[in-house]
């Protein structure tokens, strides 16, 4: 009797990130099949963005007119293999096979409900064409996940294009590092790249800003925070401009969610979200999780490959802060390589010796210059550690919270990095 044994080639690890080509749904065709919109029909397929909508908003690929459907009623993704099917609090809800649904895997053959439109979901499967690219960047943009390489076509015509991109996601997932790309990529590369901060902004720094921009890209930075003169101000630039700028603005709010609470100008919206790009967070694209820490652990100078361990707690981690979270844990985990165990006695391995603090440096013969240099850069590392990890790898705010300026903080992160 012949058994198998898991060989390194084989751990759980390398298996779960080969992506073979599977017979998995790619496109669907929702049917309207009851309502006042009988007959009509749309296709879902995996080039377009990665969560499109369903409502009787202007933005929404599925647009109905029924009057009992709610602007955004529901998010559509293919995903898994299937069409996840998401209620976006809508008022009446969404219903599928007759039950009300907050969210659901959707694999063909179902009936979604909405308002009065009744929608048949046709199935198309056939092997991915995606499953078979290599692509795993676009720029300096990392990612293998089924998730990106599907925004890569995307991102493509985004980049060409010389119309205002908004680009959405949660914080650290790549929304400026989108934008440069999206510049150093396009036929503007030569031109000027301009960064504002939307919060800091007043009518005359966009003006000069839009100015300063001319042949090249303005990046708008949070541009929920724009107060309602630069709003204003942003309109009259975008009407009048020409398209001698090219406008990208990144936000993590839901620009449509604050054109109905009232905050954002609705008029301002619709002339600047002409393409948009929705960044999915990292807990929702796992399969990027491994390239990512390769990247950043050769790029921040690891040495050796990168220990399997940290790769497999990577992996099943939630990464709220997303990549900006990872990348930091790894440049901790490179500072960190070899160093003072400080840790408190309670927290040490069962047999270790347990010394206190004191003992252990007493011990390394260290002098007292010396052993202070090391308790202090050690308490620095781990402090930081902490701090950013508790602020998700926000800089800024880890640097607020803890009361140390910005500056110095990203001085002690440099030493912390290069030891
Ligand atoms: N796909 C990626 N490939 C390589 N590096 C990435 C990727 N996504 C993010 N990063 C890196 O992670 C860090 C955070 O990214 P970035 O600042 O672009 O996030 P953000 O979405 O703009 O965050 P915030 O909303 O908090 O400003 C940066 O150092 C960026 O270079």
Not at 209 to 225: H, K, R
Not at 236 to 265: A, H, I, K, N, W
Request: include cysteine.
């Amino acid at each position: 009797m012949s058994s198998t044994v898991a060989t390194p080639e084989t751990s759980t690890i390398e298996r779960r990130f080969v992506d073979t080509p599977k017979l998995e749904l790619t496109r669907v065709t929702l049917e309207i099949t009851s309502g006042p919109e009988r007959g009509r029909r749309f296709v879902i397929d995996e080039e377009m963005a990665a969560r499109v909508f369903i409502g009787r908003s202007a933005i929404a690929s599925v647009r109905l007119q029924d009057p009992l459907v709610s602007r955004r009623h529901a998010a559509l993704e293919l995903t898994d293999g299937a069409l996840r099917i998401t209620d976006l609090a809508s008022r009446d809800g969404t219903f599928v096979n007759g039950l009300r649904i907050e969210s659901i895997l959707a694999t063909g053959g179902e009936v979604l409900r909405i308002g009065n439109t009744e929608i048949a979901i046709h199935r198309d499967a056939k092997p991915s064409s995606l499953a078979l690219t290599e692509i795993d960047h676009f720029g300096r943009v990392v990612g293998q996940s089924r998730e990106m390489r599907r925004l890569y076509g995307l991102f493509e015509r985004v980049t060409l294009s010389d119309e205002p991109v908004v680009i959405t996601g949660e914080t650290g997932t790549g929304k400026e590092l989108l934008a440069e790309v999206i510049h150093e990529m396009g036929p503007r590369a030569s031109g000027p790249f301009v960064v504002l901060g939307a919060a800091q902004s007043k009518p005359d720094t966009l003006g000069a800003a839009f100015d300063e921009a001319a042949e090249g890209t303005l990046l708008i930075d949070e541009l929920s925070e724009l107060d309602t003169e630069s709003q204003a101000e942003l309109l009259r630039r975008l009407r009048e401009d020409d398209g001698c700028t090219r406008v990208v603005v990144t936000t993590q709010r839901d620009l449509e969610r604050d054109v109905e609470s009232g905050t954002f100008r609705e008029d301002l919206y619709y002339r600047i979200a002409v393409l948009n790009v929705e960044l999915p967070p990292l807990r929702r694209r796992k399969g990027d999780i491994e390239i990512l820490a390769r990247h950043f652990w050769t790029t921040f100078g690891g040495q050796g490959p990168i220990p399997k361990a940290f790769l497999i707690r990577a992996t099943c981690s939630e990464w709220p802060g997303n990549v900006r979270e990872l990348a930091n844990a790894i440049a901790m985990r490179i500072a960190h390589g070899a160093e003072l165990d400080i840790r408190p006695l309670d927290s040490r391995d069962e047999g270790e010796h347990a010394k206190s603090l004191v003992e252990t440096v007493l011990d390394a013969d260290l002098s007292f210059p010396e052993a202070r240099r090391r308790v202090l850069a050690d308490f620095e590392g781990r402090y930081l550690e902490r701090i950013l990890e508790k602020h998700h790898g926000n800089v800024t705010r880890a640097a607020a919270a803890s009361g140390i300026a910005r500056r110095y903080f990203y001085a002690i992160r440099q030493r912390t990095k290069a030891r």
